[in-house]
């Protein structure tokens, strides 16, 4: 090749580049709030569409539960399918993972009756009209252990979403809606004939993009601290692919004595990795705000790390990854806020890489 048409190869990828940078934003607007149409899947058209709904328990003893249920087209790689992955951290001791998914087509939403539940006849279902109730139900068996995690919720803070809830990436937009940024919650959770009735606090949101999150994102966080209804604070934004100034979509909103703050996280200013499990993940992590304030968050105790692809044979696995262009691995733990001349937030961390 050239030595011409490699200076213009290169300009051409500098232009896009910066390009595909100027267009990473977060929407304009204020705060508003969720409609009931909000719950219901925002995709299910076109292809490699993602959307998931983000279910976090932070329960007595320790004891944390995630469960994420999801739609995924993975083009030509396999058909569409809806899903659903728990983790159940310190049942009895124990780290319990699963991941079940069921041909798209089997999706039920019921949107007279609130339900969305991914096949007919199976109890993996969350339900209920927000923030009057809510409710997420997990009965599944999977290579011989059993999984029923029945969780009700109440006094549920209104959901919302910032502007028309799009982010930018490039051409891309990524919807991001929060419909449960803090409530109570009680039931029980059991695994393998380990039966534990739970109380603690709950937070959900909901993401939905028309590419996979391997092509679109490098890597994304959760911060979530409750301490009572009208204190608790959360923080969602992620790092784009190739944003070499580290500019981010996301938000962070907290609540304080009845009062609603609201700011957008402008850019990653610095993180401090550290080795965890085979991955590079943030130990610190330096945040700009849209108003130019910084804050760090700090990862203090990691409780688990989870992929979907991790049942996989190492060969299907392999394939897997070259396709999609990775593999995204969540990791959960605990995680502190260090504001400056401000107390310390212990709250809890949901990150993921892309490997």
């Known amino acids: 090749m050239s030595k011409f048409y490699i200076i213009l190869i290169s300009v051409i990828t500098l232009l896009t580049v910066r390009h595909a940078h100027s267009q990473v934003s977060n929407p304009a607007g204020t705060l508003q709030p969720t ?4 719950i219901w899947a925002q995709t299910l058209s076109g292809s490699h569409f993602n959307e998931f ?28 399918v809806s899903g659903v992955q728990v983790s159940v951290y310190n049942l009895d001791g124990q780290l319990y993972q699963l991941s079940r998914e069921y041909d798209i087509e089997h999706l039920i939403q019921d949107k007279e ?13 969350f339900e209920g009209k927000l923030p009057e109730n809510h409710r997420v139900r997990v009965l599944t068996t999977k290579n011989n252990i059993t999984y029923d995690i029945d969780l009700n919720l109440s006094n549920i803070q ?10 930018r990436i490039g051409d891309e937009e990524v919807g991001i809606i929060s419909h449960i940024p803090y ?3 009680n039931g ?20 939905f993009q028309n590419r996979t999150t391997t092509q679109l994102m490098n890597s994304g966080y959760r911060y979530v601290y409750h301490n009572s209804a ?42 401090d990795m550290t080795r965890v499990n085979g991955n590079n993940v943030a130990q610190t992590v330096k945040l700009e705000f849209s108003n130019g304030e910084t804050t760090q968050l700090l990862r203090t105790t990691d409780h688990e790390k989870f992929s ?7 060969l299907t696995r392999s394939v897997a990854r070259r396709f999609l262009g990775g593999e995204v691995i969540h990791y959960r733990g605990k995680a502190a806020l260090l504001e400056p001349a401000k107390r310390r937030k212990d709250g809890y961390y949901n990150y993921f890489i892309i490997e």
């Open 230 to 271: 009208n204190e608790w604070d959360i923080f969602y934004f992620m790092l784009p692919n190739h944003s070499s100034d580290q500019r981010t979509i996301g938000y962070r909103v907290q609540k304080n004595n009845n009062e609603i703050e609201h700011q957008g996280i402008n850019r990653i200013l610095s993180r």
């Open 35 to 38: 409609a009931d149409e909000d």
């Open 308 to 314: 979907v692809l991790s049942e996989l044979g190492q």
């Open 53 to 80: 709904w983000n279910y976090q328990f932070y329960l007595n003893n320790d004891m944390t539960v995630h469960i994420t249920y999801s739609l995924a087209d993975f083009g030509s790689l396999k058909s569409a």
């Open 183 to 185: 409530a109570q919650v």
């Open 188 to 207: 029980y959770v059991e695994v393998d004939g380990i039966r534990k009735l739970v109380q603690g606090t709950a937070y959900m949101d909901h993401t």
């Open 113 to 125: 009756r609130y339900i969305f539940r991914n096949r007919m006849g199976r109890d993996i279902f």
């Open 158 to 167: 209104d959901g919302f979403k910032w502007g028309n809830g799009k982010y």
